[in-house]
């Protein structure tokens, strides 16, 4: 099992930065992909970026220029910066590890709430 640890949600105005953190504990394996995900409401999940362990990111076309993710291997936490919010960036934010291979898994945060007041 692994464990997600969110921090770093909250409010604020367009045109403003906030920082998220996702801290990752217990049996955590290597290679793997931590990232982001967001859910609207009434929309649907949806990936907004990743990064794997050996550094490749991934970005959703929507946060390209404008959302960070950077990645301490030590302490098994990644940080998503997110600059130049806008109202429609307003989601809860979901923490996200996943491995592709032998042994599979793919395990979530409880969400953070991320408002951007217009």
């Known amino acids: 099992q692994v464990q997600l640890v969110e921090s770093g949600g909250g409010l604020v105005q367009a045109g403003g930065s906030l920082r998220l953190s996702c801290a990752a504990s217990?049996?955590?394996?290597?290679?793997?992909?931590m990232g982001w995900y967001r859910q609207a409401p009434g929309k649907q999940r949806e990936f907004v970026i990743s990064?794997?362990?050996?550094?490749?990111?991934n970005y959703a076309d929507s946060v390209k220029g404008r959302f960070t993710i950077s990645r301490d291997g030590a302490r098994n936490t990644v940080y998503l910066q997110m600059n130049s919010l806008k109202p429609e960036d307003t989601a809860v934010y979901y923490c996200?590890?996943?491995?592709?291979?032998?042994?599979?898994?793919?395990?979530w945060g409880q969400g953070t709430q991320v408002t951007v007041s217009s």
């Open positions: 996200n590890t996943n491995r592709v291979g032998t042994p599979w898994y793919n395990y």
């Open positions: 217990g049996s955590i394996l290597s290679p793997n992909r």
């Open positions: 990064i794997t362990t050996g550094g490749d990111t």
